[in-house]
């Protein structure tokens, strides 16, 4: 943080009544977190960071007390609270809601790769209570990824919601670079290499990246252009097929969990089933 200024973050952290139930750290700074709160009046002071969020459930009885008298949350509303906007909300009611946070320089450095626009060009708009269906999509596929302990599609959700922000004609109307064709063939061996190299490990969106000397969104794109799908359900599916060959052995499930990269047992075993049709034990016992 480069000045006094606390993130929304640390507003909500300060608060007697609200109460984070899941976050992830998404690198470089930025990250997200689920919270809920009720019966609470928050002051967000020249917050520094930029936040989204999204309500997951409740929200009727949140109002924003600086902003229009009759606006009143609901499920699936947006709210983008850039750096420094000071703002007023009085919560009556139970509610759930997922946070994105960015700093700024981090939005700015996203904005130049993918636009290739000069980073001070960035204009972030001050949202409340807004219909916004692609980019409240994006952010619903982060916090399932989250609550499912997918840090690379977490992290590929936030860097497309971050490209739909500007690209939709109410926040900017931007037009991205166009990319045509894929990796180039030593950059697609040097990520196939890594990714197996580095299977039982966090993999992360920006160092698959970094092979290729590429900013994360242009990275997914090309990607997909090459493989056919995305980073993540690449990832997904070489983690599966070492875990069915770890599974004709006698290790312990919850081990071939861990070496395969997966959070937890229970993760292995909602990707393995998604993947083959058959939980790891019922495969196991087809060997």
Not at 3 to 25: G, H, K, W, Y
Not at 79 to 94: A, L, V
Request: aromatic residues 10%; contains cysteine; hydrophobic residues 40%.
């Amino acid at each position: 943080m480069n000045d006094s200024r606390l993130s929304v973050f640390r507003f909500l952290s300060a608060s007697p009544t609200a109460r984070m139930s899941q976050s992830i750290d998404l690198g470089f700074g930025r990250s997200a977190a689920i919270w809920s709160n009720a019966h609470d009046r928050m002051s967000y002071q020249r917050p520094d960071g930029h936040t989204f969020s999204l309500y997951l459930s409740g929200g009727a009885g949140t109002r924003r007390l600086d902003g229009g008298p009759d606006a009143r949350g609901r499920p699936g509303v947006l709210c983008i609270m850039p750096q420094g906007y000071s703002s007023e909300w009085e919560i009556t009611d139970f509610f759930e809601f997922v946070h994105l946070y960015v700093p700024d320089d981090q939005m700015r450095r996203m904005f130049a790769e993918t636009f290739d626009r000069d980073a001070r060009l960035m204009a972030l708009p001050e949202v409340t209570f807004d219909d916004a269906p692609v980019l409240a999509h994006r952010l619903r596929q982060m916090t399932e990824a989250m609550l499912a302990g997918g840090h690379l599609l977490a992290e590929e959700a936030m860097t497309q919601a971050i490209h739909d922000l500007f690209v939709d004609p109410r926040y900017g109307g931007m037009r991205a670079c166009t990319i045509s064709g894929g990796l180039a063939p030593h950059v697609r061996r040097r990520t196939l290499d890594y990714i197996e190299a580095h299977l039982g490990e966090t993999i992360r969106l920006q160092d698959l990246a970094d092979i290729g000397q590429l900013s994360a969104f242009h990275f997914q794109r090309m990607f997909r252009a090459s493989f056919g799908v995305s980073p993540h359900g690449w990832v997904a599916h070489r983690r599966v097929e070492r875990a069915k060959s770890m599974l004709s052995g006698a290790e312990p499930i919850a081990q071939i969990a861990s070496a395969c990269g997966f959070s937890s047992q229970s993760h292995m075993t909602r990707a393995f089933k998604l993947g083959t049709g058959l939980t790891p034990s019922a495969y196991r016992q087809r060997q």
